[in-house]
């Protein structure tokens, strides 16, 4: 022991620290960076001001927990360059940018998120580097910044940043329905979907639903044998059509009202769930049979993260039932990315604008039509299958500043309309000259046939909203109406041509999530007990769905459909 030598009495070399100049110069340069960066990318001043503070505040976290600024900052530059990086892979392959909820979706999927990377090598330098620049900013925390900052402080920064962004939300006002679609918003599409992505797993499923459910689970595969031979089915998606009669205000040629009556000689209204724009919400509640409010935030993505995991869907119930099922669409099939989901849900072939021919994302409803008659033509000419056929129009779509079909003269509105208004009357008077050929071409091309039509409103045009007063300068994110609005009620209507349906439900007003369940009624074929479900609740909540008096049942009926397996947890 007296042996050893004695210990070392030389103090360790200091580390040699960042001097408070430097970290301080650094820290500003490289902020007001950023901050000009996401002035450029993130959009309008409100968003800009709102994602700078939510910013700011992950910030003063990583400086509460590091005490270190610089280093802080240059780690969640990283992560930033990291998320854009990956949300660009991703709208390059799918047009929908990244949301937190991808990291749900896609656990297990590796090989789909391998794909993405495929052919991106700019991308995948720019992860590269955000990764080394996350590894180097961890260094730069252990090793030359000194620690400069009081926890106090960070904490009180990140509380400041937090309550001015919760007052910027308020300026800034409901987000664009198409935000994920936006080429350049991915950091701020990406932070916004945190509350989205809690708010479902606090739920416990995409939609909401019951905790549990006394009746049965749906028994799967139920055969379908129809006691006669079943109508070919036309489902028509009007874009941006709705009855003008619903605000009396108006001045219109009544001559176009007949557009919007059923067999019966009577307009049946339907509640909807967005104005403006956001017809994939309708065109969703339509094809799965639910109401699109009860997936809250994630209500814009029910397409996108549902797809492959849907088993009760209506055209699933078509095929069931012998039908060969097509879709008419009159944007590429990959908009919003939701070409899966339609190969998913049992439309055996998307005839998108590529494959119809069109010029276009804004044809004519004749052409159409005109495309969806001769695939009627071939189908029937190789099969004896029923048809069911979904067609999309367009012709009532924004813009309305500028004439459609200029050279066809048709009546508009009356003294004093307003322009826009006017177009879009316009168009409706142009759509029943083309629905009134549809019907023209059915009756005397397939005299021996037998058809089902049933179209509706997908909901009303942006021009009505002046009858609301806003003005021309309005965003439609910022419009608020009531659900019993005329602004929120379009139309559905059933139709045939050597065919008589069973009369429409005698309810004044029936919502969006219902017209499935009435389609498959109407075209009297034997319905999946889910369905069945779907009418009796049409029955019990008089119409409505998402705030139906009994909600319990709602949510109770989704449960089962949850337990079922007919739709996904998450």
């Not at 030389?10 to 996401?38: C, D, E, H, I, N």
């Not at 009180?156 to 309550?163: H, K, N």
């Not at 309708?282 to 397409?303: C, N, P």
């Not at 990959?334 to 044809?363: C, L, M, P, V």
């Amino acid at each position: 022991m007296d042996d050893l030598p004695p210990a070392s009495t030389t103090p360790p070399t200091p580390r040699r620290a960042f001097p408070a100049w430097l970290v301080v110069s650094l820290f500003v340069a490289v902020a007001g960076a950023l901050t000009y960066r996401l002035y450029l990318t993130e959009g309008y001043v409100s968003n800009f001001i709102f994602v700078t503070l939510l910013t700011a505040a992950l910030l003063a976290a990583l400086v509460f927990a590091t005490r270190k600024p610089l280093a802080s900052l240059i780690a969640l530059i990283s992560f930033i360059a990291v998320v854009s990086a990956t949300s660009y892979v991703k709208y390059r392959a799918t047009t929908v940018a990244l949301h937190t909820w991808d990291f749900v979706y896609y656990a297990g999927s590796w090989d789909t998120v391998a794909g993405w990377w495929r052919g991106h090598p700019g991308a995948i330098a720019i992860l590269t580097v955000g990764l080394a620049g996350m590894t180097a900013g961890a260094w730069l925390i252990g090793r030359f910044e000194a620690q400069s900052i009081a926890r106090k402080w960070a904490l009180t920064g990140c509380a400041a940043c937090l309550l001015l962004a919760t007052a910027g939300e308020k300026w800034r006002g409901e987000r664009p329905h198409m935000l994920y679609n936006f080429p350049d918003w991915h950091w701020s599409s990406f932070l916004i979907s945190f509350n989205e992505t809690v708010e479902a797993m606090l739920r416990g499923s995409l939609i909401e639903a019951a905790s549990k459910s006394n009746a049965p689970p749906f028994a799967g595969n139920e055969a379908c044998v129809p006691l006669a031979k079943p109508p070919h089915v036309i489902l028509i998606h009007e874009e941006s059509v709705g009855p003008p009669s619903l605000f009396p205000e108006l001045k219109f040629d009544p001559a176009i009202m007949p557009l919007f009556n059923s067999f019966d000689g009577k307009m049946h209204k339907m509640r909807v769930e967005t104005f403006g724009g956001g017809s994939w919400l309708t065109e969703s509640s339509v094809l799965l049979g639910l109401s699109s409010q009860f997936f809250g935030g994630m209500k814009h993505f029910i397409q996108y993260f549902t797809a492959g995991h849907l088993r009760d869907t209506l055209p699933l119930a078509m095929q069931n039932c012998g039908y060969r099922t097509v879709m008419f669409y009159p944007a590429f099939k990959g908009f919003f990315g939701n070409a899966k989901f339609f190969e998913t849900i049992g439309i055996g072939e998307i005839f998108d604008r590529k494959a119809q021919g069109a010029k276009s994302d804004w044809e004519t409803d004749r052409f159409y039509f005109n495309n969806a008659l001769d695939e009627l033509s071939r189908h029937l000419a190789v099969s004896q299958k029923p048809l069911f056929t979904y067609i999309q129009t367009m012709s009532a779509h924004w813009p309305y500043d500028i004439a459609f079909q200029p050279g066809v003269e048709v009546p508009g509105g009356g003294p004093g309309t307003h322009p826009e208004i006017n177009e879009y009357l316009r168009r409706l008077s142009l759509a029943k000259i083309d629905y009134d050929d549809l019907k023209r071409q059915l009756r005397e091309r397939f005299p021996q046939e037998h058809f089902l039509i049933v179209h509706y409103g997908d909901h009303h045009a942006l021009p009505i909203a002046y009858l609301f007063g806003y003005n021309q300068n309005a965003d439609v994110k910022d419009m608020q109406f009531a659900p019993d609005s005329p602004a929120m009620t379009t139309y559905y209507a059933l139709d045939g041509v050597n065919y008589v349906p069973p009369p429409p439900p005698a309810i004044d007003v029936v919502d969006v999530g219902y017209l499935g369940a009435i389609l498959l009624d109407a075209a009297r074929l034997p319905m999946p007990a889910s369905w069945r479900e779907r009418l009796r609740l049409m029955q019990v909540c008089g119409g409505r769905y998402f705030d139906c008096p009994q909600r319990d049942a709602v949510l109770a009926f989704h449960r089962r459909l949850i337990d079922s397996g007919l739709l996904p947890r998450f």
